[in-house]
């Protein structure tokens, strides 16, 4: 397993109710908490999608944020797909 400091990408997608009940400003705001980097957005079908980047620790927990999303959002299902990090991101937005 690599190191906790290491620096890893996270291509995530979260099914259940998470659109309409802020899940993606929520999700900028634990992101920018633990210093994460990349962009979340609203997908067609309902789920949400992000890319995460930055320590793998700090992504596991931004992980364990999207497995319960916001008060009103209700989680069924977290995709992830890890990535090498690119770092090509500066900061963590919503994409519209």
Known sequence: MAPESEKVRAHI???????????????????????????????PDRR?????EGERGRVEEFLRWCREGPSM????????????????FETFRIVY
């Not at 099914?15 to 979340?40: E, P």
């Not at 949400?48 to 995460?52: F, G, Y």
């Not at 959002?73 to 090509?88: H, K, S």
Request: zero cysteines.
């Open 73 to 88: 959002a209700i989680v069924r299902d977290l995709e992830v797909r890890w990535e090498a990090a690119t770092g090509e």
């Open 13 to 43: 997608y979260v099914s259940g109710r998470v659109q309409g009940v802020y899940y993606r400003k929520n999700a900028r705001r634990s992101a920018l908490s633990s210093g994460l980097v990349g962009w979340v957005r609203n997908l």
């Open 48 to 52: 949400v999608e992000a890319v995460a």
